[in-house]
Each structure stands twice: as structure tokens, then as C-alpha cells.
């Protein structure tokens, strides 16, 4: 969308040039000067609105961009938790048949991991 201080910029210059350009074919000092403030001011004037025109352009795009990455973020996260979910059944089924193999070897080991605990939380008196 262009802006309107381009379009106002722009036809401030056009008839900046052509009011300068009579003046200086008629001899007008005055109407000379005039057009060419009249010029300058329409070109500040359309830098402007380009201006305007280039952060209206950055701050959609930044928008867009933010929006692509929450996507990303998103779907990284969703393989992460899938993965992880993976991980917990394997590691369960692995822990599972080790206990059906060796049961008094893993009730020995679930009794010091216990112990440990208790310590960690009550420490020693």
C-alpha cells in the first residue's frame, strides 16, 4: 500500500519543477525560488512516506517471521514430547523384564534407593 505522503510528496515536486522551471523561463526570481522549495519539500516529503512506507513493510514482515518461528517452536516441541513418550515405554518395558528376571535383585535395589532418599530428605541427626 503506498502511502499518501508519497503520492502528496510526489506531486508537490512535479509542481515544484515545472512552477521553477517557469520562473526561470519568465525571469521570476520569486516563482524560480519558490518551485524549488516547493520541489524540496515534495521530495522530503516522498522520502518520508518511503520511509513509512520500508517500517510498515519490516514490522509485517517481523510479524510473519514470529509467527513462522512460534510454528517451528511448536512443532519441535510436539516431536520432543513424542519422542519422549517413546523413550518412557521403551525404558519401562526394559525395566519391566529385568524385574520379572530378577526379582529379588531389583527389590533389593528399590529398598537402597529408598534409603537413599529418606537421607537426602531427612538427613543425618
Do not use: C, W
Not at 17 to 37: C, H, L, P, Y
Not at 60 to 79: S, V
Request: charged letters at 30%; a negative charge.
Amino acid at each position: 500500500m503506498v502511502d499518501t505522503d508519497r503520492i502528496v510528496g510526489g506531486a508537490k515536486e512535479a509542481v515544484g519543477k515545472v512552477q521553477g522551471a517557469a520562473g526561470d523561463f519568465v525571469g521570476s526570481n520569486r516563482d524560480s525560488v519558490e518551485g524549488r522549495v516547493r520541489d524540496a519539500q515534495g521530495q522530503a516529503q516522498n522520502a518520508y512516506g518511503q520511509v513509512k512506507d520500508k517500517a510498515r513493510d519490516i514490522a509485517d514482515n517481523a510479524g510473519d517471521y514470529a509467527n513462522e518461528a512460534y510454528d517451528r517452536a511448536g512443532d519441535l516441541a510436539n516431536d520432543a514430547y513424542e519422542r519422549g513418550g517413546s523413550y518412557l515405554r521403551d525404558g519401562r518395558a526394559v525395566v519391566g523384564a529385568r524385574v520379572e528376571e530378577n526379582p529379588l535383585v531389583a527389590l533389593l535395589i528399590a529398598g537402597a534407593v529408598g534409603y537413599g532418599i529418606a537421607l537426602l530428605i531427612h538427613g543425618r541427626r
